[in-house]
């Protein structure tokens, strides 16, 4: 299964960065004609500016995320330093706990994607939303709950990794 797992994340990043470009294109045309250029996160006044193609700046960053994520898991395995401290002389390692290491750490990195790609999801869906004055902001819980689960996904990997390398 660790073997299908990179690739299974990383399709679904796809859909979701699809997705996310689909709500932008499909709800353009429908929003009205003031729309809010920054959403309210920390009790900060909601900006409202005439509507334009500025509003595709979340799919737009959603899209260099992908791309900017995608490129450091293709990032060969021996020239990170962290990995190195990490796990110890990568030389050393055999050809399959090596090829293990790599999978990890691409699953590792997809699934932070997918987490980003929901935040960006989200700010979109609530920049949709308070455009309609169908809300007055983001779903604070739901967006510092992502954030937290990104952070518990990089001990969860380290300690993940250090397991792989006590195996023998």
């Known amino acids: 299964?660790?073997?299908?797992?990179?690739?299974?994340?990383?399709?679904?990043?796809?859909?979701?960065?699809?997705?996310?470009?689909i709500m932008a294109i499909y709800a353009y045309p429908r929003l009205p004609l003031k729309i809010p250029l920054w959403i309210n996160?920390?009790?900060?006044?909601?900006?409202?500016?005439?509507?334009?193609?500025?509003?595709?700046i979340y799919p737009l960053a959603q899209t260099l995320?992908?791309?900017?994520f995608?490129?450091?898991?293709r990032i060969k395995f021996k020239e990170l330093r962290d990995v190195k401290l990490l796990v110890g002389a990568i030389d050393n390692l055999s050809e399959n706990k090596r090829s293990l290491l790599i999978k990890?750490?691409?699953?590792?990195?997809?699934?932070?994607?997918i987490f980003f790609n929901l935040i960006?999801?989200?700010?979109q869906r609530s920049l949709i939303l308070v455009a309609h004055r169908i809300e007055k902001g983001i779903?604070?819980?739901?967006f510092y709950s992502l954030f937290g689960?990104?952070?518990?996904?990089?001990?969860?990997?380290?300690?993940?990794?250090?397991?792989v390398m006590k195996k023998r």
């Open 120 to 123: 960006f999801i989200h700010l």
């Open 149 to 163: 689960i990104i952070l518990i996904l990089i001990p969860y990997y380290r300690i993940r990794m250090k397991l």
């Open 1 to 21: 299964m660790i073997k299908k797992a990179p690739l299974f994340l990383l399709a679904a990043n796809i859909l979701l960065l699809v997705a996310g470009w």
């Open 139 to 142: 779903s604070s819980y739901y």
């Open 70 to 73: 995608w490129l450091v898991s």
């Open 104 to 113: 990890i750490r691409q699953e590792f990195i997809y699934l932070v994607l």
């Open 41 to 56: 996160f920390f009790n900060q006044r909601t900006l409202y500016g005439q509507k334009s193609l500025l509003f595709f």
């Open 65 to 68: 995320f992908f791309f900017s």
